[in-house]
């Protein structure tokens, strides 16, 4: 789970192949767009795309 106190916006980052979730901190100044990242997707067992949710 993210953690809170670090000065960062916890962010949800949701897979493009399934409904699985990762939740993580992200740095307003470093990304001010929305954040995409390759990571595993234990539902359908590869890589695939993260991309940040809407809140």
């Known amino acids: 789970m993210a953690k809170k106190g670090k000065g960062g916006i916890p962010t ?6 399934s409904g699985h979730m ?4 992200k740095n307003k100044q470093n990304h001010p767009g929305r954040m995409e990242l390759k990571k595993y997707d234990p539902l359908v067992r590869r890589h695939v795309m993260y991309k940040e949710e809407k809140k």
């Open 22 to 25: 990762y939740h993580t901190i």
């Open 12 to 17: 949800r980052l949701k897979s493009t192949e």
